[in-house]
């Protein structure tokens, strides 16, 4: 039984993201989108926001449901009885960073395996630093994330760039 987690900010939800929810669906029992209350990221939406958006975009798959977590990874994966942590790589420079967290975790709980998913390349340039910057200065983001969250984007823009 593999119940695994896959762990990020998600600020927005983008289609990399959505691509990577899919194909870990298909490989475990249960998966588990933990979103992180990290304030300290000065987050363009609030988690909640955040946990909405991605209830949204993945209600169609059974064994998908959306958390937020606080604190260490490995507590909530604990706590949540999961096995797997899933993250994606998108190019080399994502590599350093994921690397040295799979391990640190692993020597947390080595009984919780790292999986990672390579993106699929049509995603590979895709970030949701990406998605607010372009959003920011009024570019068309409008492939960049799935259409409910697009809405949500442009009017939280449209909030930020009236004031
Ligand atoms: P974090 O702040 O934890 O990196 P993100 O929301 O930026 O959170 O990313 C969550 C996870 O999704 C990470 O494993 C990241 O590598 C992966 N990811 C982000 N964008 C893409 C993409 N375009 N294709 C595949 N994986 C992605």
């Known amino acids: 039984m593999i119940k ?16 990577i929810i899919k194909r870990a669906a298909g490989i475990c029992d249960k998966l588990i989108i933990a979103v992180g209350n ?7 939406f609030s988690v909640d926001e955040r946990v909405s958006m991605l209830e949204d975009v993945s209600s169609e798959f059974p064994n998908v449901e959306v958390e937020s977590f606080n604190g260490l990874l490995v507590d909530f994966a604990q706590k949540k009885g999961a096995n797997v942590i ?5 190019m080399i420079s994502d590599f350093e960073f994921e690397f ?11 009984s919780i395996e790292t999986l990672f998913l390579a993106t699929s390349p ?9 998605v607010r910057e372009t959003g920011y200065f009024g570019g068309d ?7 409910a969250v697009y809405d949500r984007v442009k009017a939280r823009m449209d909030d930020i760039t009236e004031k």
């Not at 049509?122 to 990406?130: D, P």
């Not at 983001?141 to 259409?147: A, E, I, K, N, T």
């Open 4 to 19: 695994a987690i896959y762990p990020g900010s998600f600020d927005p939800v983008t289609v990399g993201h959505l691509d």
């Open 38 to 44: 990290n304030k300290a990221k000065n987050p363009l």
């Open 86 to 90: 899933i993250r994606g790589l998108r």
């Open 100 to 110: 040295q967290n799979a391990q640190t975790n692993h020597v947390l709980d080595g």
């Open 122 to 130: 049509e995603y590979s340039y895709l970030s949701s630093s990406g």
């Open 141 to 147: 983001f409008s492939s960049f994330v799935p259409p």
